[in-house]
């Protein structure tokens, strides 16, 4: 007896959004340059935003592939779809200041809030349950996703590396939402966008991220998730 293909398990496909455009908010970090450049090598049109315009213009000068650097505020005003790559310590007051520029746009958070100590990683409590429930809070008039949380930086960055062997956990209440992010993941060699649940499940995926870093340390590697069975 054969596993049903994924086909046959959901015959729905998800979206075109190729012609989207791609903001990414804090586009000058690791994690924010490394999905710009994945996503615009993919043929996605990407804008990178920094507190410094100047900041991120040279940041997307380095990384080529047509992306394009600004300020926060016209990177949220200007695109589609908008990745938060931010800090922990200033997403709120980040979002709170962009409320206005992400009405009505999809937001995909990709904060996982982490200390460190002489043990390592560990999850940060958050009062709204996790990062991407405090964007929704403070951005009510916008289409609040999660996902990108598991994915290295370092993998993300590597010319060489052609394919990524990830899954991407995508969690939200809006299923339009959930669709184009599954299939912005989608566009990006060897990953999979997969359904994970509501907006209020995104604590623990914030916080497998602390377990993924200690996996890399033991071993010394890049580690993600796959989702078997899928």
């Given at each position: 007896m054969t596993t049903p293909s994924n086909a046959q398990r959901d015959p729905r496909e998800l979206p075109d959004v190729g012609s989207l455009v791609v903001g990414v908010l804090g586009g000058t970090g690791e994690q924010?340059?490394?999905?710009?450049?994945?996503?615009?090598?993919?043929?996605?049109k990407v804008i990178i935003g920094s507190r410094?315009?100047?900041?991120a213009e040279s940041a997307a000068a380095e990384l080529g592939a047509g992306v394009r650097g600004t300020d926060n505020a016209t990177c949220a005003a200007e695109s589609?779809?908008?990745?938060?790559?931010?800090?922990?310590?200033?997403?709120?007051?980040?979002?709170?200041?962009l409320a206005?520029?992400?009405a009505g746009k999809?937001?995909?958070d990709c904060v996982n809030p982490m200390g460190f100590d002489k043990q390592g990683a560990y999850s940060l409590p958050v009062e709204e349950g996790s990062a991407a429930q405090q964007a929704a809070a403070v951005l009510p008039e916008s289409r609040v996703t999660a996902a990108f949380h598991h994915v290295s930086a370092v993998l993300l960055l590597d010319p060489n590396v052609e394919a990524?062997?990830?899954?991407?956990m995508v969690l939200g209440d809006e299923r339009a939402a959930t669709d184009i992010v599954q299939a912005l993941a989608g566009r990006i060699p060897g990953m999979r966008g997969v359904y994970a649940g509501r907006l209020r499940?995104?604590?623990q995926v914030e916080a497998l991220t602390a377990n993924l870093i200690s996996v890399n340390r033991r071993y010394k590697v890049h580690a993600g998730v796959r989702v078997t069975d899928v």
């Open positions: 924010g340059r490394g999905l710009a450049y994945r996503l615009a090598v993919a043929g996605q410094s315009a100047d900041r589609d779809v908008v990745i938060v790559a931010v800090p922990w310590e200033g997403h709120k007051e980040l979002l709170a200041s206005g520029q992400l999809i937001v995909v990524l062997d990830t899954d991407i499940n995104a604590g």
